[in-house]
């Protein structure tokens, strides 16, 4: 989707290092999520953002952590990478939140990270 | 904690058949329902959303019903393609939460 990408989209790295994954967005939406998908678990929340220096954890984040200082820039940080890590990363957006709301959640391409 | 299944894992059908994919949930307190497609190693696109509120959307060839009393959800897809080939997701959400199901993977054949 134009509106939001993800860098970079493939990449390899150690376990024990640290890895930054970028997700950014031109559409000015307050929320951001950052999900990871595996193989018999589906789509699972990390983190989520609500506002520029407002985020929360979800589902998963241990080992994970989430930084925005902007609107359009949503960061997911592994500290220390490890094997379980290894997944596809999807970040998503969505204009508003709550009961009644007619915007969904608009999705990037993903980033694919091996942790070898 | 909210779960969603859908059923079936995976389906192939003959090109031009109506088909039906299935979603339920557990917790009936959601803002929304959206339908998802994936393609092999490829993002997320929506399909359609519904609102809590609301009880079925159209899309071309695409229907989505929201029971929500029962927690089901139905995607109807009319006149398959080989193109419409792919993973269908539904998802939940509530709170600040999407919850997903694991999928459908369907197959149609020329």
């Known amino acids: 989707d134009a509106g939001i990408t993800q860098s970079p989209r493939h990449k390899v790295t150690e376990t024990g290092t640290p890895v930054t994954l970028r997700c950014h967005q031109t559409?000015?939406?307050?929320?951001m999520y950052w999900y990871r998908q595996d193989p018999g678990h589906g789509l699972r929340l990390i983190h989520y953002?609500?506002?520029?220096?407002?985020?929360d954890k979800g589902e998963v984040s241990d080992g994970y952590s989430v930084s925005r200082s902007k609107t359009e820039d949503f960061l997911l940080t592994l500290e220390s990478a490890t094997s379980s890590q290894t997944s596809v990363y999807f970040c998503?957006?969505?204009?508003?939140?709550?009961?009644?709301?007619?915007?969904?959640?608009?999705f990037g391409s993903g980033t694919r990270l091996t942790v070898v | 904690k909210q779960e969603v299944t859908q059923i079936p894992a995976a389906l192939s059908v003959p090109e031009g058949e109506n088909l039906v994919l299935n979603c339920s949930f557990t917790?009936?307190?959601?803002?929304?329902l959206q339908w998802f497609r994936q393609d092999p190693g490829k993002g997320l696109t929506s399909l359609l959303l519904?609102?809590?509120?609301?009880r079925e959307q159209t899309s071309g060839r695409l229907n989505a019903s929201l029971d929500k009393s029962s927690g089901r959800s139905t995607l109807y897809i009319a006149a398959s393609q080989p193109g419409d080939s792919a993973t269908y997701l539904c998802?939940?959400?509530?709170?600040?939460?999407?919850?997903f199901g694991a999928g459908t993977r369907l197959t149609v054949k020329p």
């Open positions: 998503a957006i969505s204009e508003s939140q709550g009961r009644g709301t007619a915007y969904g959640y608009t």
């Open positions: 559409e000015n939406h307050r929320y």
């Open positions: 953002s609500y506002g520029v220096k407002d985020t």
């Open positions: 917790d009936s307190a959601i803002y929304n």
């Open positions: 519904i609102q809590s509120s609301q």
């Open positions: 998802a939940v959400t509530q709170d600040n939460d999407m919850r």
